[in-house]
Each structure stands twice: as C-alpha cells, then as structure tokens.
C-alpha cells in the first residue's frame, strides 16, 4: 500500500497585472476577494498554503493559516514565485499545487486530480487547448534545486522546468468527470474576463435560489 503524499498549495499574486489594469488579488469576487477565494478553495483540497507575494506589495486579509511569503527579486515570473513558495514548505509537505490568483472558479477536485495523477512523477501538468499549465499543477519539493539552478540560469520559463525533470503530462479527458468544462484554467486576465465570471457567477447564484424555493414550495 503506498503512502498518502502530502500535498500543500502555493498561490502566486505577485504578478503585475498589466490586462486587467489593477491588483487582481483585491478585487471582489462574490462576497470575497479573488486571493481570499482562491486560497480558500485550494486549502478545501491541500493544506497547507502558501502566498506568494512581490516585494512590498499589499495582499487583502487571508484565511487565518495562511502563510505570506515574497519573492526574493520582483518581476522574475511564475518561476521565482515558485521557488519561494516550495521554500517556504520544506520540511511540511511532499507536494505542493500551484495556483495562480485569478482563478475564482477553481474547483477542489480539479486540485485533487492533479494530485492523484502526479504517481512517481516530479510534476504533474495539464496540457490542454495545446499549452501546458504550469500553475495548475503539482510539484514535489524536491524539484527546488532544479528551478533555482534555472534561475540562476536566466532560463525563466516554466517549460524549461518540465523539460529537466521527469514530468507527467494530462489531458483534458482527465477531468471530465470533476471540472467537465475546465473552470480551474479559467485565468480572469482582463475587465471583460472579470464581469463574465461574475455575470455568471450570479446567475448560477440565482437560479440556485429559485431551485431552492420551488423545493420549499413542495415541502412545507
């Protein structure tokens, strides 16, 4: 019988979010802010969970665990972020999903998914619609010295990550039983990106209160 990984999160916000034209991590998302959301919904699959933040930047209030880190250099990408995040859970856990903060509809068993395929792996990434996803995925600690040696190397791109360790790529059929529709990659990059997911947000809202009230309506 193998034994349990265990598997922490790390959400990157120290992104500068040139698109969407302010912080993502502040802005309101269905009574939440969209960092607070998405550390919330990761930590209902992991535990436990890294931010990782710029240097000096402001982060809205986080679930009380929450642990804040920052990057060692500012606007180094995904990879620095990364590195300071799997520093900051040596020693806790054997994994860590990482997440970007612009994913207010991710869902818990998207997460475990990943997890659960990860096996003997290194990383476990999706690959979908012809990209990988680097920050939908799952990485054992131990790739650490591997992305500061790429660091240290100027080599900033994910994908060179998953060119020197041994990496399992997924598919989309993967999930097709817990996020049919792919909610977990849904990167909300521009205002138009934003106001689509809370339109829909609060229509799902809505039409679950109707559903609701009818079921009232016939059980007095």
Known sequence: MSQELLTGGIVLCGGESKRMGCSKAWLPFAGETMVSRVVRLLGEAVRPVVV???????????PGATVVVRD????????????AGLAALEGQVDAAYASSCDVPLLVPAFVRRVVALLGDHAICVPYI??????????????????????LTEDRLRPFFLVETVRTRVV????????????????????????????????????SEKKVHGRAIDRYP
């Open 52 to 62: 990782v933040a710029a240097p000096g930047q402001d982060l809205p209030p986080l």
């Open 72 to 83: 060692e250099e500012k606007g180094r990408g995904p990879l620095q972020g990364l590195a």
């Open 129 to 150: 619609a012809g990209f990988h996803h680097p920050l939908a995925a799952v990485y054992r600690l131990d790739v650490l010295a591997a992305v500061r040696r790429l």
């Open 171 to 206: 598919s989309a059929d993967d999930f097709a039983d817990v996020d049919s529709t792919l909610q977990s990659l849904r990167n909300l990059n521009t205002p138009a990106d934003y106001e689509r997911a809370l339109a829909e947000v609060a229509a799902r809202e809505l």
